[in-house]
């Protein structure tokens, strides 16, 4: 591979391993702040900069795929997997989560609720399979560069810890842990992109 190609693969890594937790820490804590009044212009900001982290998340974990490819192939490409099904799925439930959010401010609040009661309880449990296959994803890379000493290991723990915790902090009633885990894993990719290796 041509030196100038390999120098951009690393740029466009270290970027996106900076660029995805810090739009995601920023998406949620504006997520919330809107708790208190959901029909705030906050919430869109909010939902576009999740989506702007998903866009970088991509390119981020294909970057730590690089790390590891001499770890396991094949553990490698199923994290992979696991993770970009977790984010193309990630990605259609936040722009439901837009289009609920659109129907609320443009509906009176009795149809709302019942457009929003009409939603089958398998449709959103379709949208928390995204965000585990995510996890399992970012926890199985995680494990990876604990192995491999590719970065060190408290690094990794960091970054295992905050992979662990996303999941939790999604559940209603749990937001409080989401975070702390945004800011491990933003402190862990941070030091990942300041590497040699990446």
């Not at 919430?43 to 490819?69: T, Y």
């Not at 585990?132 to 060190?152: K, N």
């Not at 009633?173 to 933003?186: E, G, H, K, Q, R």
Request: some cysteine; hydrophobic content about 60%.
């Amino acid at each position: 591979m041509p030196a100038d190609h390999e120098q951009l693969q690393r740029s466009i890594t270290r970027i996106s391993l900076i660029a995805a937790p810090t739009l995601l820490l920023v998406s949620e804590i504006l997520r919330a702040v809107t708790i208190q009044s959901p029909r705030s212009q906050v919430v869109f900001a909010s939902q576009v900069l999740a989506l702007a982290a998903l866009a970088f998340f991509a390119p981020a974990v294909l970057g730590l795929a690089r790390l590891l490819r001499a770890w396991s192939p094949a553990a490698t490409a199923s994290a992979l997997a696991l993770v970009l099904l977790g984010i193309m799925g990630s990605t259609g439930a936040v722009a439901l989560r837009v289009v609920m959010w659109g129907l609320e401010r443009t509906l009176a609040p009795d149809v709302f609720t019942g457009v929003r009661r009409a939603i089958p309880f398998q449709v959103l449990l379709t949208l928390l399979v995204p965000s585990l296959l995510f996890s399992l994803g970012l926890v199985a890379l995680a494990v990876g560069l604990y192995r491999t000493r590719v970065v060190p290991r408290r690094v990794s723990l960091l970054f295992l810890s905050g992979a662990i915790a996303f999941p939790i902090g999604s559940v209603p009633d749990v937001t409080s842990i989401i975070l702390p885990a945004c800011l491990a894993m933003l402190a862990a990719w941070v030091r990942i992109a300041m590497s040699r290796n990446s």
